[in-house]
């Protein structure tokens, strides 16, 4: 069971801030913040054997994935910040707009193909949403039925 609340997240990605500010951090780093309880919500049916792929701003949804505290925040520390991976957990991010959707496209057309049992998430920004690379791996992924759920993160702008 997943215990992160909208102020805890909150209070990681504030402690991510102040190292970042304190010139601890010295590569980019990408905050999210307002989009807390969604993700919340959406991480309830997010299964442990489930893949999630993600985007440059992906902190709350390595931690809602199951990653634990500590290896998101070594990984932020080592200058990672904007490309997260944890095999071990399914995650998996880009720092490219849309690079990772094909990624995950094709990870749900190979659960199909072997018959597993696995869901792939993918979450992409608005601004990715509008890319070929979206349309196609959408229309792709309904047309075949594939184990996949892309989910749209609009930031407001």
């Known amino acids: 069971m997943n215990t992160w609340t909208v102020e ?18 010295r590569a980019p780093v990408h905050l999210s913040r307002g989009n807390e309880r969604q993700l ?18 992906s ?8 990653v634990p505290r500590e ?25 490219i707009v849309a690079g990772q959707i094909p990624i995950a496209l094709g990870t749900a057309l ?6 597993g049992t696995e869901h792939v998430w993918c979450f ?9 690379t979206f349309r196609e791996c959408l229309a792709y992924s309904r047309g075949f039925k594939l184990p996949i759920t892309f989910v749209t993160e609009c930031n407001g702008m």
């Open 8 to 25: 805890s997240l909150r209070a990681f990605e504030e402690e991510v801030r102040e190292i970042y500010l304190q010139g601890r951090i």
């Open 40 to 57: 919340i919500e959406i991480f309830k049916s997010v299964g442990p054997n489930d893949w999630v792929f993600s985007t440059y701003r």
């Open 59 to 66: 902190h709350y949804h390595a931690l809602l994935k199951g």
């Open 71 to 95: 290896q998101v925040m070594a990984e932020i520390l080592e200058g990672h910040s904007i490309h997260l991976e944890f095999p071990g957990d399914r995650f998996f991010t880009s720092a």
């Open 110 to 115: 190979g659960i199909k193909r072997r018959g």
């Open 124 to 132: 992409c920004g608005d601004m990715a949403s509008f890319t070929g």
